[in-house]
């Protein structure tokens, strides 16, 4: 390859490890980031302020990441078999394809085969090859793998008592007599740990076989060793399954208790929503690290073979906002067969708007965010002079805080400061021998650690620059960079304030004990912070409802101390998975779409949780219907169907739907119909703006009596906000009995042209752009999975089109694309696209592409130096040596093709083709 040593307009572009790029699957559990401080803007124009001033969020760093993936998923054109297709029918094809990608000399390795609830299979091998095999006519889409990440628990414990109550589980438990018996909940997750008491074990490490009473089915599809994570030291990709789906890791007993544990609380065990249930469990984790989408896959077939009644996935992949992934489209025919299938929808509340994951996202899947808890228990200090007890967590990364010992406090800035204990801030002063008080803002948890630490601090105490309580990590993020060797502790934001205050007033002593104190959580009830944003890409309005994920604590492997707290989606899911149970118990009857609907009907829209107390809605694309209410939705005697109106795109006028109200009590019920707005927002996703919502809703008619036995429909328009254009706006359909409890329809739709959304911005690195890749060992995803750089290059750069010497189209997307493609064309004198390079010269094709997750994150886009030829065996040909344009299409979501206003086009540098 021959490129000029210093030509103009080349740099760098630094890859790091992760799924920023294209889609992160996480357990989605784990805690947010730093933020910085900020307060709402004048609401005089319906503006109230954008995510990084309300949250506290940072500004974008600008710094450009490419996380790649490591695999594919390639769907073919037969039916599965919950789609009414045969087995053999889709095994014949599957067969036949993989000839073909023989024929064709694209060296892929197949990983899993998949035919009950989709038909395909997933691949490791090449971009380049697996672009050969998508040539295919029985080829009907082909999609990245991603990766799934372990998280690590927080250490505060909160009562799960407290969430039960929030939900109405308790309720639905002790006086109505539902706990989920002869149900069973499959969770798919890092196994379910078979010797814990509150979970049917022996109670003895090693005690328990498998089956067991209440842990009745499963699989280990991975074994103990498997690590996804090609950045970890552990790093060991080859499934290993057994038979035994026990747990090592600890997040899946902790999604389980949250299910259905049904140990002694009064003893310090953990009570779940349905302590009845049967599980089967679906280990898809070994005892660390990461796994990966099409394992999941393999589970959710295996969770149908065995009856699952109910399966609880607390996994997302962020950012895969399409319903059309894989893990979404098979979670669809899963609720198809009779499943009701709940899933979280993601931890990326950070990153703003348009952040949901899949499977949460499918069309027919429970998609569920996560508010916070009442309160939690936390270890605890004392301050002078009189005592006052301080409840903390530990940060993960940091040894764990003493259980003895008095030290003074000392402050690095005040609670009016907003870079506390930053490197760009200067040097710190002397803390030698002190606790460092230190509020959130600015700079990372790591930053402020390590430089409290080289100053001499004995310890640490974080405080939130907002209200609530966080769980930080201060581990380095890089293996080159130091450990934080002293305790690192976290309190809520009023507490740190009080804190300050103590230390400006005089000498302030801080005593660590062994003891815990209950601590009241300022933000319960409110949406917790890391939960994702809908909608969807196709605008249906996700997620679905909520239940608390925020601190919870739940049953943990026996060798990790049996208990542990975890806070994220990841929490909130299995409260909705629990709560299902016990309404089928209720009502063996319902449907899913009818389970749905009556979860959303009698949920409980909550505050904006960035303004709270204000009158103010949280956005219903980031909570649903709101706050699940069981014990309500099993008394309800109307329920009201379709349970949410996604309403599309505003500029095609105003959204007419029919609502129909059934009721299956034994007296009429009255209704008078209102509504209620939520917050609606615009601007760029990663930092989107808030506004009053305005939507404009008409009922025909405006009261409603539903006759015993009964079902009645209502008409109901609604009229998007005439300001902001091109934003998600919300807000509920309210209809309200003479006495007894409201039922709630959620809607959500977009306000403006969707198609008007930008996708190929360019960010402040000038993208998109022509590059290449160097340093890598091989090509995966959409490029390579080891260490290296993009260099971006000028007109001219010569590729062999050898493995590794291929040229990159580099891009930021700003926001879900339809289909991103790169069509071929001859370079004209002038280095402009000149003729199309044959009537087939589409060289790569995506579909159904989520936006980049951060605003210095990119997509690459890999040409081989091959084109189409024909539909017979020989798909694709090497292009002649020569010069050569690729230009970079993105259609809109729900575009029509033939529209050029539909799509937009960026056109490379000249490439040059010399394969001598």
Partial sequence: MTRPSTAPGRRAVTRRAGLAATAGLALVAGTLGTVAAGTAAPAGDGYLGDLAGLAGLPEPSGELTHEPTGAWFVELTAKPVADGGSRAAAQRQQDRVLAQAEVLGADLDVRYTYDRLWNGFSVSGSEADVTRLAASAEVAAVYPVVTVDAPDPATSEPAMDSALGMTGADVAQSELGFTGDGLKVGVIDSGVDIDHPDLGGSGTPGGTAFPTE???????????DYNADDTSAAYQPVPHPD?????????????????????DSAAGGVRGVAPDVEFGAYRVFGCGGSTTSDIMLAAMERAHADGMDVVNMSIGAGFVTWPEYPTATASDALVDEGVVVVASIGNNGAAGTWSAGAPGVGEKVIGVASFDNTEYDARMFTVTPDGREFGYADAAGAPSAPTSGDLPMSRTGTPASTADACTATGALPDLTGTVALIERGTCSFYEKARNAQQAGAA??????????????????????????TIPVVAVPQAEGVELDSRIAAGATTLTWTDETTTVENSTAGLISSFSSYGMASDLTLKPDLGAPGGLIRSTYPLEEDGYAVVSGTSMASPHVAGAVALLLQAHPSLTPAQVRDQLQNTADPADWSLVPGAGYFEPAHRQGAGMLDIDDAILAPVSVSPG??????SSAGPAERTLTLTNDGDAPVTYALSHVDGITTAGAPNNPQFFEGGASVAFSPSSVTVPAGSSVSVEVTVTAPAEPDLGQYGGWVVLTPSEGQPLRVPFAGFAGDYQQLPILTPTGAGLPELGDVTACDRYVGVNCTMGGEFDLLPDGATFSMTEGDYPVVIAHLEHAAQNVSLQLFHAKADGTAGRPYGRLNTVLSEDYVGRSSAAGAFNAYTWDGTRPRGSGTDQRVPVPDGRYVLRLTAAKPLADPADPAHVETWDSPVIVVDRN
Avoid at 214 to 222: K, P, S, T
Avoid at 243 to 263: E, Q, T, W, Y
Avoid at 459 to 473: C, E, K, Q, S
Avoid at 644 to 649: A, M, P, Y
């Fill in 459 to 484: 310890a640490v105490v974080l405080y939130n620059n907002v209200a609530g309580a966080f769980a930080p990590t201060v581990a380095p993020p890089t293996p080159a960079d130091p450990p934080i």
């Fill in 214 to 224: 209440r842990v009745v089915a499963g699989y280990d599809f991975v074994g103990d």
């Fill in 644 to 649: 949410k109106l996604s309403l599309g795109e």
């Fill in 243 to 263: 038979d035994n789906p026990d747990d090592c890791l600890g997040h899946g007993s902790h999604v389980a208790g949250i299910v259905g544990a049904d140990g």
